[in-house]
């Protein structure tokens, strides 16, 4: 499989001849078209939703978002933001029905805080995963965009973003930093084992009221799907009943160091020294 984010950013290689070609290529449109259902199939919407699209690119997604019929739970309203200005241009020309934005999704998601009751993602964030200077690593863009959609979502709204993982070690990453700004996750495999493997991931900010609590799914959608694997970090660093966690103390730091990373931050990394107690100096 090509891999063009391995050697170009998002916005040099979507220029205006490649923004065309992707557009206009039917073996795309039919791509795009069904995992953008099986997006929405996991999002499990029943009434018409404000739905931020991620890397919209030409509205391809947001064309499926805009028709979904009234039986169905639509038709959406939906907000795009992409990196690529010759992507946008193309879908304004096609005059999608969807509010364009034009940003980074490495920076963040600069929507006021709850705006959407869910959001989509069809494959854009691996583009993440490779840093565009020495001074940004992966780990700091993915912090930035979960920390950002977080916050952008309503509570209990989900989100469910389809991406392309180079391997294993990528898939981790992400799915790391998506835990570790708050989100449920789970994940799921359509065509596993094959070359034409498509992984979805789910997530929930924040606990929703359909979760099945009882069988650990707290994404509330992979019931009786096979594939699925739930990452759950609601009990991480949680106390054993016996107070807060002591200010300073190795526990102390080490949650003060996930918040500055989702922040972007750098921070030293942890070990067997941190939060140790030195010697009084005379």
Not at 126 to 150: D, H, K, M
Not at 208 to 232: H, L, Y
């Amino acid at each position: 499989m090509s891999r063009p984010e391995d050697t170009l950013l998002a916005d040099v290689h979507y220029d205006d001849v490649e923004a065309r070609k992707y557009t206009t290529s039917s073996r795309i449109q039919n791509i795009q078209a069904s995992m953008t259902r099986r997006a929405l199939e996991l999002l499990d919407l029943k009434t018409p939703s404000l739905i931020l699209d991620v890397g919209c690119g030409s509205g391809l997604s947001g064309e499926i978002l805009s028709d979904i019929p009234p039986e169905e739970g639509g038709p959406h309203v939906w907000i795009g933001m992409d990196i690529s200005p010759s992507m946008l241009d193309v879908a304004l020309q096609r005059d999608v029905e969807g509010d364009l934005f034009l940003a980074d999704i490495g920076q963040g998601v600069p929507f006021r805080a709850g705006t959407f009751d869910a959001a989509i993602s069809i494959s854009a964030i691996q583009w993440l995963c490779n840093a565009e200077s020495s001074e940004t690593s992966p780990q700091q863009r993915l912090a930035r965009f979960f920390g950002g959609l977080y916050q952008s979502l309503k509570r209990g709204g989900r989100a469910v973003c389809q991406f392309y993982p180079k391997n294993d070690v990528q898939k981790q990453m992400i799915t790391s930093a998506a835990v570790k700004a708050g989100f449920g996750a789970g994940m799921l495999e359509d065509d596993p084992d094959t070359k034409n493997v498509k992984v979805y991931l789910v997530l929930t900010a924040g606990q929703s009221a359909v979760a099945n609590t009882k069988s650990g799914d707290i994404t509330g959608v992979v019931e009786n799907m096979e594939g699925v694997d739930v990452v759950d970090n609601r009990r991480q660093g949680r106390s054993s009943g016996k107070g807060e966690i002591k200010k300073g103390s190795k526990q102390w730091i080490i949650k003060k160091k996930e918040q500055m990373e989702r922040k972007g931050k750098v921070v030293k990394a942890t070990s067997k020294y941190t939060g140790r107690k030195r010697r009084i100096a005379f």
